[in-house]
């Protein structure tokens, strides 16, 4: 018997090796390439398949049939060495019935088969559904994400809006028990205007009391839009604002170098923007950035355009 190989190892399969043949592929393998012990081998009489059932029914049929033609071929033929037209006919008429029954078993795939581009087609169908309610569930979701920007970006605007009375004062010391009219009034005189109890609607610190930091905010929220634009030009115009510049009774409460900042009154969102576009201002070079009727401004040089910063997406506009 000649060396083959084993399917699985493509070694061979030599005379000291232990190993089963296929009864249907009539493919080697090494029992241990298999999984087989040997005492599953001496159990099996080295009866072995490696083929799958259908491959195997198949094969058991090609196998009968032509079993059974042969069987009655050569019944035939033992019966007259000379072929007669009978003998001819009845071997016809054999292979003719065992045409029909593959036939019949080849009918039998292609219904299978059918079933299953059926079913296939069912799928698909139910898959193309399943796509179209995700895209249109997507379409919805990126028009209410938009919807939703707009809408806070509209909220941020009006918050802003009535805001524009209001001003946000920042540097000037505390103290305790503190007129704050007084204060706001003091802050006035110093850059040149006058500010009577009747232009005032409300005035106030912000945030919680502490004696760590006594340097509050204050918020200050004109009767008149005129009179905090005019508030707010003043400020511009003395620029170096400090403690010291202010009352005595004030300014010994802090250091006297301690700048007073005087800027509108932004809403949240607007201050968490402003210090990003701060931010964004150094690393890039930028000159301006400023503050004016609750907008943020910027330019990147003096005779550079000015620029609106509504969202962070605007600082690539800046050049």
């Not at 706001?184 to 106030?204: E, L």
Request: net charge positive; glycine share 2%.
């Amino acid at each position: 018997m000649p060396h083959l190989n084993c399917d699985k190892c493509q070694l061979k399969c030599g005379r000291y090796d232990i190993y089963v043949e296929c009864k249907i592929c009539n493919k080697l393998y090494h029992i241990k390439c298999i999984g087989m012990s040997q005492q599953q081998f001496e159990e099996s009489a080295t009866v072995y398949s490696c083929c799958t059932k259908e491959k195997t029914k198949t094969h058991e049929i090609m196998k009968a049939l032509t079993t059974s033609v042969t069987d009655k071929t050569t019944s035939i033929q033992s019966q007259s060495q000379e072929p007669t037209l009978a003998n001819i006919m009845s071997v016809l008429n054999i292979i003719r019935n065992e045409q029909a029954i593959i036939k019949d078993s080849v009918d039998n795939c292609h219904d299978r088969i059918n079933e299953c581009n059926q079913l296939l087609k069912q799928q698909e169908v139910r898959l193309s559904v399943c796509i179209n309610k995700i895209e249109d569930v997507e379409a919805q979701q990126v028009a209410l994400t938009k919807e939703n920007i707009e809408l806070k970006q509209k909220i941020n605007d009006l918050e802003q809006y009535l805001r524009r009375n209001t001003v946000e004062i920042k540097g000037v010391p505390e103290a305790r028990n503190e007129n704050i009219l007084t204060v706001v009034q003091a802050v006035g005189t110093v850059i040149g205007f006058d500010i009577s109890k009747q232009m005032i609607d409300a005035c106030h610190r912000i945030g919680a009391a502490s004696q760590v930091n006594n340097t509050r905010p204050i918020i200050v929220k004109f009767v008149s839009r005129l009179d905090k634009d005019e508030f707010v030009s003043k400020r511009r115009v003395k620029r170096n604002l400090v403690v010291g510049d202010l009352l005595a009774d004030i300014a010994r409460l802090g250091r006297s170098d301690t700048p007073i900042y005087i800027n509108d009154s932004l809403t949240q969102t607007n201050r968490i923007l402003f210090f990003k576009a701060n931010l964004f201002k150094k690393e890039n070079n930028i000159k301006y950035l400023w503050c004016r009727n609750g907008k943020i401004l910027m330019r990147q040089e003096d005779k550079s355009r000015v620029y609106e910063i509504r969202t962070e997406k605007d600082f690539n506009d800046v050049h």
